[in-house]
C-alpha cells in the first residue's frame, strides 16, 4: 500500500491512503514516543490537520519504532519539575486522551510495539486497536513505578477493560500482555502479524461511518460521558498521596 500527502508536525506526520484518501495515518516518529509538552502539542496539531480536512473519515496511528508504540509519559522530564507541574501537565494529557477518545471520525490504533502506562491509555483512547502478535506488550506498570492512576486514566481504562477480572490483574499487578493474550482477554480487538495492513482493511469497513462526523461523535459522546468528566475534571485523586514527595 502507498500513503500519500505527508504533512509533518514535530515529531510525527500524517498521511493519506492512496487508494483512498479518506483514510489519514498518523504516525509517531519520536522513538520510544513518550508524552511530554512538545509531544502533546504535536499531537493535537496533526488531530487539528485531520479534522481540518473534510474528506478524513478514519484515522489510524502508529510508530515508526520496530520496538514501541508508546512508553508513556515522559517521566524524565517533568518528575523533576515538581509537583503543581507534574498535576498540570496530567491535565494537560487527560484532555488530550478525552478529544482523542470522542474523536468525530473512527479512530484505529496500529500498536507495532510496546504500548506501557500512558501509552497504553492512549491506545485504549481509540475506538479499536490491532496489536503485534509477537512483538511487543500492553502494560499498566504504575504498580510498580508507584505512581497511581489519577481519576480520568482509570475511567478510560475501566470504560474499554470491561472484564472486572482482567481489569484487577492488569492494574493491581502490572502484568505484560502479548497480543495474543491481550485479543483474547478483549484488551485489544485482534492481533495478527500483518498490523498495518489489517488497520487498512477495518478502516474500509468503518470509514463510512465517519461521513457523518456530527452523529458519530455525538454517539460517542453520549457513551463516553462519564469518562469525559471524570478526564476533564482538574483532579489527580488519591494518586495526591503519592505524589505529595514531589
Known amino acids: 500500500m502507498k500513503w500519500i500527502n505527508k504533512k509533518e ?3 510525527f506526520y500524517v498521511e493519506q491512503l492512496e487508494s483512498n484518501e479518506d483514510i489519514f495515518l498518523l504516525t509517531l516518529n519520536d522513538n520510544e514516543n513518550r508524552f511530554n509538552d512538545n509531544n502533546i502539542k504535536y499531537f493535537h496539531q496533526s488531530l487539528d490537520y485531520v479534522e481540518s480536512c473534510e474528506n478524513a473519515s478514519c484515522l489510524i496511528s502508529t510508530s ?4 514501541f508504540y508508546s512508553l508513556g509519559l515522559d517521566l524524565d522530564w517533568v518528575l523533576p519539575l515538581g509537583k503543581e507541574k507534574f498535576e498540570t501537565f496530567v ?3 487527560h484532555a488530550l486522551l478525552q478529544r482523542l477518545l470522542v474523536f468525530p471520525i473512527p479512530t484505529i490504533c496500529c500498536i507495532n510495539g510496546h504500548s506501557f502506562a500512558g501509552g497504553a491509555m492512549f ?3 481509540h ?3 490491532i496489536m503485534k502478535d509477537d512483538r511487543g506488550f500492553f502494560c499498566l506498570p504504575e504498580i510498580n513505578i508507584h505512581i497511581p492512576l489519577t481519576p480520568g486514566m482509570n475511567a478510560i481504562l475501566q470504560n474499554k477493560i470491561t472484564n472486572a477480572i ?3 490483574d492488569v492494574v493491581l499487578t502490572g502484568k505484560r500482555y502479548g497480543g495474543k493474550e491481550a485479543a483474547k482477554l478483549q484488551i485489544v480487538d485482534k492481533a495478527c502479524q500483518d498490523i498495518l495492513e489489517e488497520s487498512v482493511k477495518l478502516a474500509e469497513l468503518v470509514h463510512g461511518k ?3 462526523r456530527v452523529t458519530y461523535q455525538c454517539l460517542k459522546l453520549e457513551m463516553y460521558k462519564n469518562v469525559s468528566a471524570n478526564l476533564l475534571e482538574k483532579s489527580i485523586g488519591y494518586s495526591s498521596k503519592a505524589l505529595a514527595k514531589l
Open 127 to 129: 475506538d479499536w486497536r
Open 166 to 168: 482482567t481489569y484487577r
Open 91 to 93: 491535565y494537560d494529557f
Open 9 to 11: 508536525f514535530g515529531n
Open 210 to 212: 465517519g461521513k457523518d
Open 123 to 125: 491506545s485504549m483512547a
Open 64 to 67: 515508526t519504532s520496530p520496538k
